[in-house]
């Protein structure tokens, strides 16, 4: 990919500056590229623009991943309207207080409403959960929870650390 000179903080790039790494990323000839963050319904009008950006220039796949807690109606219906393909749920558990716990105090109620919502929306997700110590005894319980609402793919992967730089 392409090499650039410095170190970029992502952290408080204008939209103008994210389109213009969109750019680079088609010129190199990526076919399938992630939305991811942080959460990306934070700037869900960013999100939705490189999505449509990526679908016009033909990229065959367009993802997004997002823990749920920013969804509502009006931001699902940007992301229908912006041709993304998928979602990529992230849920630590069912259990409440391990989910407040492993979200830094997001609402399990909250997290379920909007999953039903998405459900009814008939975008493509799928539900990642992310397993260590702390939520290994739920993985049944949230695969079973998950089931019972509907979610048609639902995946569990082990938190590994990361590797630190010399």
Do not use: W
Not at 97 to 126: A, C, D, P, V
């Amino acid at each position: 990919l392409h090499n650039f000179d410095k170190k970029i903080s992502t952290k408080n790039l204008a939209d103008e500056e994210m389109m213009k790494i969109a750019k680079i990323i088609v010129n190199e000839g990526v076919f399938r590229i992630v939305l991811t963050g942080g959460e990306p319904l934070l700037r869900t009008d960013l999100a939705v623009n490189l999505s449509k950006y990526f679908k016009k220039e033909g990229l065959i796949s367009v993802s997004l991943n997002t823990n749920l807690l920013l969804l509502n109606n009006n931001k699902l219906n940007k992301l229908k309207k912006s041709g993304i393909d998928s979602l990529l749920i992230s849920c630590p558990s069912v259990d409440e207080k391990t989910y407040n716990e492993m979200t830094g105090g997001g609402s399990l109620e909250h997290f379920l409403e909007n999953l039903h919502l998405l459900i009814k929306s008939q975008i493509r997700f799928s539900i990642n959960m992310v397993i260590n110590k702390r939520n290994i005894d739920h993985l049944e319980m949230t695969a079973l929870k998950m089931k019972e609402m509907g979610v048609k793919s639902f995946g569990a992967t082990p938190m590994t650390r990361s590797r630190r730089r010399p």
